[in-house]
């Protein structure tokens, strides 16, 4: 009977008594002896007739050599604990297992699974660590596998049990947990994605509820007691199935049916992102000055505005996530960002927090087409999309491929603008007060009234190359040349200055709830000093929306210099 599905030689004087499998012939028969010197494929239920008087020498060419299919893996195992090691493999004939330790066979360990009981540090060991392998043999050959390393760790220190899958596939916008499980006494995780901490993620299980772009990569935990520190392995989130992005006839239709529509403007929100203190990366000039001065501007054309400066990955995606909650039908949204920019081989965008290192992996940037997505999503009236950054092209290593494009095609409410081509760069000078593309928007935006929003980019984009012209650093302003792609129907003649109607508007009063919100601060203290007989006022004010700038105003009348060191401790609510 053959074992398994497999192709196999056979000698030609065996017969073929039932076999049932595509192409051949199911019950009791007299067959013809198979030809010689040919391969059959028998499924798992072929039986095949041996004469009494075979030679079992003719089954010798039939002979295959071990091969491992399940390898042992590296582990830990604390002093006391169990063992247990696993190695698989098939041939013919049956394969046999021998175990070894530091190149020394273990007596009696001859079974594919490997189990040590009370396992401690002993002869063979070097500082902690053992070496394990299996010996793999049968009549037609043997090999080695490859050699586990296992760490004996000390009582009580922390034991992943149960480690993540390798790779785990999901869909766009689905539910995903990650879940470990360890041994050991008051244990503490902390998730983390890549090598970035994740806020909050600090129980056995990660609770992904939405999946979106950002979220595709590497995952671990990591569990920490007073004894030690042990990581779980390392799980890939990929995104499978229909991208994402390649929203369905019926969703564009319907997004665009709200935005047309919604000829009232309901809100208008925006959010601008300025990265200019970056670990790894060269020191940017006006990212914040920038997004500063453009946010100030835009308020006076009624736009709740939120000003992020120097985010990390975590923080650009919750900063996000807070601009979306603000979105819905007939809302204008505006995303600006300054800072380093990369993009792809498919001419994907990507926005450079202020934590990426050197490797300039795009997994730990946010892709600009992901947030475009996200918008469209909101069936807001108006998107538009503003990058003052360089888009250097990414050096990407064997294992990355440049991401899909996000199709455009049925929109007719979107702008593009980057401030510089495709691999380009854009410019900045310490002698301005902002960047080269930073002043020609602001100046275009403080005289807009009747000026439709493809209208406004046009200009933008003239003083740019004005400035270009003017600068002698950059050249002939072949440098810095803006480029706009333009969604917008020419038959809706948007503007920054169109009204929003309040009343009887609950997505405006929404909007500037959820703002006010996000811009609180606390309440001014007074500190009462008895023996410098002076009192202390403690104020708060937000420079932007990320910075709680605090103040301590000390009374005059004070008798002596005062050196006083105040702790501040914030409380949620």
């Not at 529509?261 to 970056?278: F, M, P, Q, T, W």
């Amino acid at each position: 009977r053959v074992k398994e599905e497999r192709c196999v030689r056979l000698p030609a004087n065996l017969r073929l008594v039932s076999a049932d499998g595509p192409g051949m012939s199911t019950g009791d028969g007299d067959f013809a002896p198979l030809p010689n010197g040919l391969h059959y494929w028998f499924p798992e239920t072929a039986v095949v007739q041996i004469p009494e008087k075979l030679n079992s020498e003719d089954f010798k060419e039939n002979y295959t050599c071990p091969k491992i299919i399940e390898q042992p893996k590296d582990t830990e195992v604390r002093t006391g604990g169990t063992l247990s090691l696993c190695c698989l493999a098939h041939g013919y004939p049956k394969p046999k297992y021998q175990w070894r330790k530091g190149g020394q066979d273990l007596k009696g360990m001859t079974s594919a699974i490997l189990k040590m009981p009370k396992f401690s540090v002993s002869t063979g060991s070097f500082h902690g660590f053992s070496m394990f392998n299996c010996l793999v043999q049968n009549d037609a050959g043997y090999l080695f596998s490859r050699t586990a390393v296992v760490k004996c760790l000390p009582e009580g220190h922390p034991v992943v049990t149960k480690q993540l899958e390798s790779r785990v596939d999901t869909t766009y916008c689905s539910e995903v947990f990650l879940s470990i499980k360890a041994d050991g006494e008051d244990l503490h995780y902390q998730w983390y994605f890549y090598d970035i901490a994740i806020p909050g993620m600090t129980e056995a299980t990660l609770h992904i509820r939405r999946v979106y772009d950002w979220d595709e990569g590497q995952y671990l935990c990591k569990v920490e007691n007073s004894y030690g520190v042990a990581h779980s392995t390392i799980c890939h989130l990929y995104l499978v199935g229909k991208v994402g992005f390649d929203l369905s006839t019926s969703q564009r239709e319907r997004a665009q049916r709200d935005a047309e529509h919604s000829k009232e403007v309901k809100a208008k929100v925006a959010l601008l992102i300025g990265n200019r203190d970056y670990t790894h990366q060269r020191r940017l000039i006006h990212p914040e000055s920038d997004v500063l001065a453009i946010g100030h501007a835009l308020e006076d054309h009624g736009f709740r505005t939120l000003v992020y400066v120097n985010l990390t990955f975590r923080e650009m995606i919750d900063a996000i996530k807070c601009f979306l909650k603000m979105l819905s039908a007939g809302t204008y949204a505006l995303f600006y960002y300054a800072g380093h920019g990369l993009e792809d081989g498919a001419n994907n965008n990507y926005l450079v927090p202020v934590d990426l290192d050197t490797s300039n992996n795009l997994r730990k940037c946010i892709r600009l087409s992901a947030i475009h997505f996200e918008m469209q999503r909101k069936s807001t009236r108006l998107v538009a999309m503003v990058l003052d950054c360089c888009r250097t092209s990414a050096k990407l290593t064997a294992k990355q491929t440049p991401r899909c494009k996000v199709p455009l095609e049925g929109f007719a409410n979107y702008a593009y603008h980057f401030s510089c081509c495709s691999s380009g760069t854009a410019l900045e000078s310490k002698s301005d007060a902002n960047s080269v593309y930073a002043m020609s928007f602001l100046k275009e935006l403080r005289n807009c009234e009747q000026m439709k929003i493809e209208d406004f980019f046009s200009r933008v984009a003239g003083g740019v190359m004005e400035a270009n012209a003017r600068d002698k650093k950059s050249g002939s302003g072949a440098a810095m040349r803006p480029e706009l792609l333009n969604g917008l129907a020419s038959a809706t003649g948007l503007k920054w200055t169109d009204e929003i109607n309040t009343e009887s508007n609950k997505q405006y009063h929404r909007v500037l709830k959820n703002h006010n919100l996000l811009l609180c601060v606390p309440s001014p203290a007074h500190l009462e000093c008895e023996e410098l007989a002076t009192s202390v006022k403690i104020c708060f004010f937000r420079r932007v929306t990320n910075v709680l700038v605090v103040t301590c105003l000390v009374d005059k009348n004070c008798r002596d210099s005062v050196a006083a060191k105040f702790d501040v401790k914030f409380v949620r609510a």
